[in-house]
């Protein structure tokens, strides 16, 4: 499964519909990546952290972490299925979990299925381009192979 989160997301609250997005207004999305073998890490991380087991005190570091928990095929879909919609990729950390990609609302929308608008909160003074039904694309996204 693959998750999209949107900067939007970042503000809680007040979001009120503002008006409809333009289609050659730029937007970024954030797709987060599923990662694998985490069954696996929570037993290792009792395995390190219960005194008299062989591996009491064996922690891995953040990078043997991530590469273990890497879904590289996952990771390469995501971002052919990015390529292949129009839009560019343009951050990717450094084991695939999060990837950064950028298109104009139209692409967003014809790659997404689901119109866009602005919203606005007024506690914050912030407003930004967003999918009209949030949900949506989330369905859509966890469909990619």
């Excluded at 809680?12 to 985490?38: I, M, Y």
């Excluded at 570091?61 to 879909?77: D, I, K, L, R, V």
Aim: glycine letters at 4%; aromatic letters at 8%.
């Amino acid at each position: 499964m693959i998750s999209l989160l949107h900067a939007c997301l970042a503000f809680a609250g007040d979001w009120q519909h503002h008006r409809p997005a333009s289609a050659h207004h730029e937007a970024t999305l954030t797709f987060a990546v599923k990662q694998r073998n985490l069954q696996e890490l929570e037993a290792r991380l009792y395995e390190v952290s219960t005194p008299g087991s062989a591996e009491h005190g064996k922690f891995w570091s953040f990078n043997q972490t991530q590469a273990f928990t890497a879904n590289t095929e996952a990771t390469a879909a995501v971002t052919e299925w990015v390529r292949t919609s129009g839009a560019t990729l343009v951050k990717r950390d450094p084991h695939g979990h999060y990837l950064h990609a950028r298109a104009p609302v139209s692409v967003w929308q014809a790659a997404l299925g689901s119109a866009w608008a602005f919203v606005r909160s007024e506690r914050h003074g912030v407003e930004c381009a967003t999918p009209a039904a949030p949900t949506a694309p989330v369905r859509t996204i966890s469909t990619i192979p």
